[in-house]
């Protein structure tokens, strides 16, 4: 699907215009054009990105692959950049990335990406509301798709500190399975989290820093609040991540004492026994029984041995040590 928006002195003057239309407008200097492609044919792709804009082969093939790592690249009329947004996979209990791709020039962006991304839908319905704000000009329309799109890390973020605040609130309750999958699903979201966010902390670093020329000196400010955002959802992470080493060396300590606690019932219960086993060895008990002169007599001693094995499994199933 390819959608397009012409702004002029941040009005919204037209949507979704044909693509011979959208090449004659970008000779007009007064005139601000984002194309949005969202899981494009390759040929639609191509005639786009080539054809009308001319973008760079290296670039185009950046777009058409997967790339895992976030970048920036700039060319002679225009910037290339690759982002990531975080997704939740439910079967696979851990966040995967959204690729999104933006070509940023003087007088227009492109958008590229596979998937549906919230973060278009809200700019879109931004614009709608209010064009004059966030459709001055590329630098700031593509500073409101990164602002949306790094509002996607805050509901995970939240989700794995409930997930970690219950977890702690119930660690004494916890089955000792249990809590040992879910400590290790969590550190694999967080770390999951941490991998999509800490890498673009440099692509939006550069941009705050006003290495390029093709964003405004006074919108430095708004991606260094960008940049902020990230720096505090990778401390987050950080804390997390020590968080669930704390929680896992407490359930540990715990199932020492536990252990402990059973050694040493068992180390009593052997102690008291071990008379028993003494005398009964010493003398090897060679005198007469009256049990042996009952009926089934080995019948018996296997019910005896039967019932204190059962008592001793139910004593030990009690406790919680089975």
Partial sequence: MIRSFVFS???LVGENLGLDF?????FDDDAQIWVDLENPTDAEATNLLDQIFNFHPLAIEDCLLVSEQPKIDEYDRYLFMILHAPNF???ERQFSPVELDLFIGKNF???FHRAPMQCIANTIDRIRKNAAAVARAPDRLSYTLIDFLLDNFEPA???ISAEITDMEQNILSIKATHILEDVIELKNEVRSVRQIANPQREVIGRI???????VRPHLLPYYRDLLDRLKRTTDLTDMYRESLNNLLQVHLNLQQMQVNQVIKVLTVLA?????LVAVTSFYGMNFAMPELKWHYPHLWVLAITLFFTGMIY???KQKKWL
Avoid: H, N, W, Y
């Fill in 271 to 275: 102690t008291l026994s071990l008379p």
């Fill in 89 to 91: 996979e439910i079967k």
């Fill in 9 to 11: 002195q941040g009005k």
């Fill in 208 to 214: 705050a820093r006003g290495e390029f020329k093709l």
């Fill in 157 to 159: 973020v939240d989700q």
């Fill in 109 to 111: 962006l492109v958008s």
């Fill in 314 to 316: 139910l004593f030990l």
């Fill in 22 to 26: 959208i090449k004659t407008m970008l």
